[in-house]
């Protein structure tokens, strides 16, 4: 008795549980947001960019002057200089010092100005750096999300090719019985049941994958209770209204990587400007603020209070000040600003070769999006006259075959065109789908499902 009413309760709690957990539709733009949010490369730019950040403060905080402070305490034992009467003295006494000191450059060749503009510079391409890396996430999650969409429809059509066989493993059970069909037209049918049914598990299979790579692109855990919103992908529109060389064009004008390799070759040839500032003098203005203790020091010996004189008293009379300008030419610094300079005009071109070699990456994607979408159109209204031509003749073939004129092998002939065209114009709709999402998108369209 007891242990049966543990089996109960038990499997009162999985019952519990399973049905506890609810399935959340997640839609394109929730998908989306989670992906930016949580992707490591965008968070990774992000923090690349407070870095660059700093540089420019540090950059701009090396044109004010700066403000140290010192002090010194000592004791000191036999024949010593007295710091405050610059005699010798043979006893024992302690000293205390205190300074205070500050330093400006007035000129450096510019290197401070034009250092402040480099980094202005690296921030800027930093901030296009972070759009880049949110549009390989929004490609990334278009591309998964579109998948799950494409792995729908093929289960829904091989459910319905499934279902459709079952259907006529019936009726041909039936025309067996009655006489009218031999036996092995329904070995064949049920044979064919057995392949359907083989291909809705990997059809199921195909889904499941896809979701759990859209789910590792949104960076969330795998759950069974993962699902989306399924919006209607419409039929494509066969009209181009742009070339290949315009869409090229326009994308030069709002994708991120062309204008952060464009800022970056400017720093690199400022880098030259900077590091030549190098060869001209250096103009820097100092000045300190210093006074000490000693115990040595005593006031005169005619003084009606006699003795040492006091801490504070000896700061303020021991207080000096100084100001000063420091002339720095160079003349010869082994090579070190002529190495400076032919690497940064080594990194110079090597900028403008990035920046090139990124424009080319972008046309070679347009191009290929551009002449994919064209193959992707003539594909589809190819495949759409094979849906008509394979219906029309999986729909003569059924009725002959129902009435005994037609073997069971011409019928699943027929058939199987018929959902493998079905499949093929699934296939091509969704393609068109993504090509055509993606030259948008390189247009600065915003890609909404």
Do not use: H
């Amino acid at each position: 008795m007891n242990k049966r009413f543990f089996i109960l309760f038990m499997t009162g709690c999985v019952v519990s549980a399973v049905s506890g957990q609810q399935i959340k539709v997640w839609s394109f733009q929730q998908c989306l947001d989670t992906a930016m949010r949580r992707n490591i490369s965008i968070n990774q730019s992000q923090l690349s960019n407070q870095i660059d950040r700093i540089n420019l403060e540090q950059s701009k905080a090396n044109r004010i002057p700066n403000l140290n402070a010192g002090a010194s305490e000592g004791l000191n034992f036999g024949k010593n200089i007295d710091p405050v009467t610059n005699q010798y003295v043979e006893q024992t006494y302690n000293s205390t010092n205190f300074s205070v000191n500050s330093s400006v450059n007035l000129f450096n060749g510019f290197q401070n100005r034009r250092t402040i503009q480099q980094n202005m510079m690296i921030l800027n391409a930093g901030k296009y750096d972070i759009e880049k890396a949110k549009n390989d996430v929004i490609l990334g999650v278009t591309t998964g999300y579109l998948q799950v969409l494409f792995s729908y429809e093929v289960l829904t059509a091989a459910k319905n090719q499934s279902d459709a066989t079952t259907v006529q493993v019936d009726r041909t059970q039936k025309m067996v019985n009655a006489g009218k069909i031999p036996e092995s037209n329904l070995f064949t049918i049920r044979a064919q049941q057995a392949t359907d049914n083989l291909s809705v598990v990997n059809a199921q299979s195909q889904l499941d994958i896809a979701k759990v790579t859209l789910m590792q692109l949104m960076q969330v855990p795998i759950v069974d209770s993962f699902d989306i919103q399924k919006p209607e992908i419409t039929d494509p529109n066969v009209q181009i209204l742009l070339s290949n060389e315009q869409i090229y064009q326009k994308a030069l004008t709002v994708q991120p990587q062309i204008t952060s390799a464009s800022i970056r070759t400017n720093s690199a040839l400022l880098g030259i400007r900077i590091n030549e500032g190098a060869r001209l003098p250096r103009l820097n203005l100092t000045g300190n603020v210093n006074s000490n203790f000693a115990g040595t020091s005593r006031k005169s010996s005619g003084s009606v209070n006699s003795g040492n004189i006091p801490f504070f008293n000896q700061l303020w009379n021991n207080m000096g000040e100084g100001l000063g300008l420091n002339l720095s030419i160079p003349i010869y610094s082994n090579r070190q600003i002529k190495s400076s300079i032919e690497k940064a005009r080594v990194n110079a071109l090597s900028a403008q070769l990035d920046e090139e070699n990124t424009r080319l990456q972008l046309r070679k994607i347009i191009e290929q999006a551009y002449t994919d979408l064209r193959s992707s159109i003539k594909k589809f209204e190819a495949t759409k006259e094979q849906v008509n031509a394979s219906e029309l003749a999986y729909k003569n073939v059924e009725r002959k075959y129902n009435v005994g004129l037609s073997t069971a092998i011409d019928f699943l002939i027929e058939k199987n065109n018929y959902f493998q065209s079905q499949s093929n114009l699934i296939q091509a709709k969704y393609d068109y789908s993504f090509k055509a999402k993606i030259l948008d998108f390189y247009q600065g369209k915003p890609i909404t499902l």
